[in-house]
């Protein structure tokens, strides 16, 4: 059975007046259109009520399924203790999912809990749910930093195990939209917090699905907003189903976002295959920046294809141009893949006899000995963005106003600690942010003296 509907809701505290109180009315419209959500969702009567939420456990590269038979929260830490809630949940569903996704090597599962109280993101749709509907088990699912086609993925995984449990399933997308729409508000104004809004509620007011995996991540940061990747894996599991979809509401009164959508499955439609659409559009685009590299990150891309598909390490090629074999300096090999950093590994002084080797050990290390990141996997190879940053010499500098952002890269010493930052990347706005990113990665404390230096680089495309 295919799921009965989704509801794509906000989960401001304030909306409950036991929290509000009186402040709630402000959001009126959101309340109403709540309540329309509620009756739908009893006029269903499902048997489970999943339920995302960017307020349960969250980890970088997992996403984790509530474990347990029943859990319980309050709004205490809004003020409010009376308001309680004793969930169970359908921990038949919860394994299935679970074990489809061992099933498709895909990082989800039970593992993990952290806190087993019911966080808001979750417990505002429950009091209006409730209200209308007492039956019906609760699966809570949290969202990863993942990119958002694993999320896509989750959802069509989570409306396979739907169809293989037989159930009748609601999923409950829950999450705020942009944090930064007003100036009076808790987070102040962005330019792209309405942009954002905008966005997000024409795509989702006429599911047009595959639209949510082309939000730029910096657009996504800068608008603050809550919910987006709640409601890709909602997105996921209609996966070629045509969807009937209502926009009932959107308020942004208190600086945030509050965006109401309910959708409804209507059949099959092979032209909404959303995720395999968009992996060939970005695995074409892959193909031909990579036709477009330079010398120095083909032969990035070389070794890292290499190693990762058969574990060997390539020799210096014949024909690259003399500054990579005459020369010996520190490179970084950055990879990202979909838009998201996937490995950056380097050197700041050389460590081979010339650059060409220093690139074809660095992209090795890159792509599968970063800390941060699980080795890379012959499956993204196709989708991998490469950079090659070759670095001048370090000269000693006696303070951040000797820095520009985009110029220079900074590295940040106390005694045998050291971090460092390369320059002109994304996020990094201004010089005070980019030494405390580096002096983090060097693990210098806040009130450790330290020295710094800068250098330039020739990055690589």
Request: some cysteine; charged content about 25%; aromatic content about 8%.
């Amino acid at each position: 059975m295919t799921v009965l509907a989704a509801f794509m809701v906000p989960h401001p505290p304030l909306i409950v007046p036991e929290v509000g109180r009186g402040g709630e009315q402000q959001i009126l419209e959101t309340t109403n259109a709540y309540e329309q959500v509620a009756d739908e969702v009893a006029a269903l009567k499902p048997d489970t009520i999943i339920i995302t939420s960017p307020h349960s456990v969250m980890y970088a590269d997992y996403f984790h399924i509530s474990p347990g038979h029943r859990a319980t929260g309050s709004f205490a830490d809004f003020g409010a203790p009376g308001v309680r809630f004793s969930e169970e949940y359908d921990t038949e569903l919860a394994d299935m999912i679970s074990e489809l996704a061992q099933e498709e090597d895909f990082p989800a599962g039970t593992m993990g809990e952290r806190e087993s109280s019911l966080d808001h993101g979750t417990m505002v749709p429950l009091w209006f749910i409730r209200k209308k509907y007492s039956s019906g088990k609760i699966v809570r699912i949290g969202l990863a930093g993942l990119p958002l086609t694993d999320h896509y993925r989750f959802g069509q995984i989570i409306a396979k195990a739907i169809d293989r449990s037989g159930k009748r399933v609601v999923i409950i997308a829950s999450g705020d939209l942009s944090h930064k729409l007003q100036k009076y508000g808790p987070y102040g104004f962005s330019k792209e917090g309405p942009e954002y809004d905008k966005r997000i509620m024409e795509v989702c007011g006429n599911a047009e699905f595959g639209k949510l995996l082309e939000f730029e991540e910096s657009l996504c940061q800068l608008a603050a907003e809550c919910g987006h990747r709640s409601f890709v894996i909602m997105a996921g599991a209609f996966d070629g189903l045509r969807v009937k979809a209502t926009a009932l509401s959107h308020q942004d009164v208190t600086g945030v976002g509050y965006g109401i959508c309910t959708f409804y499955p209507d059949g099959e439609d092979e032209s909404r295959l959303f995720l395999h659409d968009y992996e060939e559009k970005l695995e074409k685009e892959c193909r031909e920046k990579a036709a477009a590299n330079d010398e120095y990150v083909k032969l990035a891309r070389a070794s890292v294809e290499s190693w990762v598909k058969d574990h060997r390490q390539i020799p210096v090629p014949g024909g690259l141009p003399d500054d990579m074999i005459s020369r010996a300096a520190g490179t970084f090999v950055s990879i990202h893949k979909m838009g998201q950093l996937r490995g950056c590994i380097g050197t700041i002084a050389a460590t081979q006899d010339n650059i060409a080797e220093e690139i074809i050990q660095n992209a090795i290390s890159a792509s599968t000995r970063d800390p941060r990141f699980d080795p890379i996997t012959a499956d993204e190879l196709k989708f991998l963005d490469i950079s090659v940053d070759v670095l001048g010499e370090t000269e000693d500098i006696d303070s951040m106003s000797e820095l520009d952002v985009k110029r220079y890269g900074v590295i940040v010493s106390h005694g045998i600690k050291r971090g460092l930052l390369l320059p002109n990347l994304d996020g990094v706005d201004n010089v005070e942010q980019q030494v405390e990113i580096a002096r983090q990665k060097g693990g210098i404390s806040e009130d450790e003296p330290y020295t710094l230096q800068r250098f330039e680089v020739v990055r690589h495309y």
